[in-house]
Structure formats: C-alpha cells, structure tokens
C-alpha cells in the first residue's frame, strides 16, 4: 500500500532558527497536503500542493512539492513559540486513500 | 460556529462496553472520515464515507462501525471496548476525497479501563 515517510520524527530549536520537515513517499503522489498540530489540538490544514515543483509560502512558512512528486518539505523560517506542534504531511496516490505521514514533532526552546 | 463537532469530548468506559461518538459538521461536505490517533500521534483512517460509498481501513476490527443518518453525520460505534481502543478519535469532513482539504473535529478522548 502507499506509505508517506516523514522526518524528522522530533526536532527541537532554539527560537529564532529554522526548522525543516521533509515527507517522502514511495509512490508518485497527485497531491500533498499539510497540517499542523498544536498539543492538545487537532490537525488543521494549512495548505495543498498539486503541480510538480510547487512551492508555496505563507508568511514564514516555505512548502515546496519535488519535481517527480514524490516529496515534499515545510521550511519555518526563524521559528516562534507558536510554532510549537506536530505537523503532518498527506498525500494522496492516484484513487487511493490521503496517507498521513508520522508527523514531525517540533519544540522551539525561548 | 463549529464546522466539524463530536461529542463527548472526553470518554472513560470500562472494557466490554458500547460506546458511540457523535459526529456532525455544518460545512456541506459531501465526505467524512474517521482517524484514530494513538499515544504516538500516528493518524490513522478508520473510515471514509460519502452518499455512495463506504470505504473501511481493513486493519480496523468489525467490532467498529460508522453510522450516517445523513450527510451531514457520521457516527462512531464501537462494541465490546478493549484496553487497546484507547485512543484519541476525530471526525473529519472534506468537499471531496483527497482533493481538498480535511476539516477536523476537536477530537474525543477515548479511555477504556
């Protein structure tokens, strides 16, 4: 079956650096989506990437879709305390089912 | 306001009951979806369901079932609980499958002592 491979599983920054998350999958994706989230919360979707080589920004958020489909990244620039959760990829094969990545869970230290 | 709502929020059962978890969303999707999220905050689909269709993980034990009276509910009932059922449940809605994004509800925290 189709599996999205997410990493790093955990990332912990220092407030003011980057933070990178990269999903990978083994099969050529139609679309992948994003989400993000926070303890205690419940996923919210940021955002969907369709064509190859997209990439997309939402304030300091970077989310780019790889040419052959079948990877993606979400790039935080200069990361703040609200950035803190869990943020998923998913993506979707063809007529399968959207597969949510493990997720990657990130602490920003203050 | 809520778009995707469930109830209860919380939930504590004791093994070998029945238990049900509400779901309702107001957003006019045509498609819903159960998750499961475990200790480790894998997501994973239990169900999907729209008018025609309804599509079940084949990992999810028969003791689960989804209930929709109508499209804009789909309902969750588990029998003969097991310790391994605890877990976190969403319900989530999307305009379509796959193609749009997933609207989550604030979850229900399922545990079976």
């Known amino acids: 079956g189709q599996q999205v491979m997410q990493i790093p599983q955990y990332q912990h920054v220092q407030e003011g650096e980057d933070f990178t998350t990269y999903c990978n999958s083994s099969?050529?994706?139609?679309?992948i989506q994003w989400y993000k989230q926070r303890p205690g919360g419940h996923p919210v979707f940021l955002i969907q990437?369709?064509?190859?080589?997209e990439v997309k920004k939402q304030k300091r958020l970077t989310f780019q879709f790889g040419e052959a489909k079948k990877n993606s990244s979400l790039h935080i620039t200069a990361t703040q305390t609200t950035d803190v959760g869990t943020y998923f990829c998913?993506?979707?094969?063809?007529?399968?089912?959207?597969?949510f990545g493990k997720g990657t869970k990130l602490s920003v230290i203050p | 306001d809520t778009a995707v709502s469930q109830t209860p929020k919380y939930l504590v059962t004791q093994m070998g009951n029945d238990k049900s978890i509400k779901c309702e969303q107001n957003?006019?999707?045509?498609?819903m979806y159960w998750y499961k999220q475990d200790s480790k905050k894998f997501l994973k689909i239990m169900f999907s369901?729209?008018?025609?269709?309804?599509?079940i993980n084949e990992t999810v034990p028969n003791r689960f079932s989804p209930k929709s009276p109508d499209k804009a509910h789909l309902n969750l009932h588990i029998n003969s609980l097991e310790l391994g059922d605890s877990a976190v449940y969403f319900c989530?809605?999307?305009?379509?499958?796959?193609?749009?994004?997933?609207?989550f509800g604030s979850g229900t925290r399922l545990t079976v002592v």
């Open positions: 989530a809605s999307s305009r379509g499958e796959g193609n749009y994004g997933y609207t």
């Open positions: 099969t050529t994706l139609s679309n």
């Open positions: 369901y729209n008018n025609k269709e309804l599509i």
């Open positions: 957003l006019g999707h045509d498609t």
């Open positions: 990437l369709v064509k190859s080589g």
């Open positions: 998913a993506g979707r094969a063809g007529s399968y089912q959207l597969t």
